[in-house]
């Protein structure tokens, strides 16, 4: 694997920064990337806030993930089932494996 150094603007670091300390390192590590291809595809050589940003709004932290899972719980599938047959069909996938 071949590493490869990532120029940033100041005001990009701070950025990257702060939502390190507010999400994980590991979010943040994997925004630098995106980031990256973000300021590669408008023909950039450095990565600007602006880049770190819209990477930001489309790929959320775990945090973020959860709270949209919870405002939107009632348009996905698996809030139709109710609770006993929900069950239910835990059972009937257990027997189809035996």
């Known amino acids: 694997c071949e590493e490869e150094d990532v120029s940033m603007t100041d005001e990009a670091r701070d950025v990257l920064t702060k939502i390190g300390v507010e999400t994980s390192l590991r979010y943040a590590i994997n925004l630098i990337t995106t980031s990256h291809l973000v300021a590669k595809k408008r023909k950039a050589t450095t990565v600007d806030a602006n880049d770190v940003k819209r990477v930001y709004k489309l790929f959320l932290d775990e945090k973020r993930s959860v709270n949209y899972l919870r405002e ?27």
């Open 72 to 98: 939107y719980q009632e348009q996905y599938m698996f809030n139709e089932i109710p609770a006993d047959e929900e069950m239910e069909g835990v059972e009937n996938i257990e027997s189809m494996e035996s």
